[in-house]
């Protein structure tokens, strides 16, 4: 069975209970739009804690609006495959062992 994969069109950070999530809306290559979480590990790779709120354990509501044009630029257009886990569907950015440097 082929890995469904695609590309992400829209990228959108969401509060579930007080924990924050990212939510994305990707085309698959198979031509159907579906919505998919990005992971824990994911989202912190690319929103690191430490950056955005110090030491604090607790964020104001109001960095969601901060976070939203961040995640959009980080995520809008690459590639990812799809994975379902427990219920729900995952995104995970391709892996670097396939990208080959070559010189100019």
Same mark, same amino acid.
């Given at each position: 069975?082929?890995?469904? &994969?695609?590309? &992400?069109?829209?990228?959108?950070?969401?509060?579930? +209970?007080?924990?924050?999530?990212?939510?994305?809306l990707v085309a698959a290559d198979s031509g159907?739009? @579906?919505?998919? /979480?990005?992971?824990?590990?994911e989202l912190a790779a690319?929103?690191?804690?430490?950056?955005? &709120? +110090?030491? %604090?354990? %607790? !964020?104001?509501? *109001?960095?969601?609006?901060?976070? *939203?044009?961040?995640?959009? =630029?980080? %995520? =809008?257009?690459?590639? &990812?495959? @799809?994975?379902? /886990?427990?219920?729900?569907?995952? !995104?995970?950015?391709?892996?670097?062992?396939?990208?080959?440097? %070559?010189?100019?």
């Amino acid at each position: 069975m082929k890995a469904l &994969v695609g590309r &992400v069109e829209e990228a959108h950070p969401l509060l579930e +209970g007080e924990r924050l999530k990212a939510k994305l809306l990707v085309a698959a290559d198979s031509g159907e739009s @579906l919505a998919a /979480y990005l992971p824990d590990r994911e989202l912190a790779a690319l929103l690191p804690r430490s950056l955005l &709120v +110090g030491s %604090t354990r %607790t !964020a104001p509501v *109001e960095l969601l609006g901060t976070l *939203e044009p961040m995640l959009s =630029r980080l %995520t =809008r257009g690459r590639r &990812v495959r @799809l994975w379902s /886990y427990r219920d729900r569907r995952y !995104a995970s950015f391709l892996p670097w062992r396939g990208v080959r440097f %070559t010189a100019s």
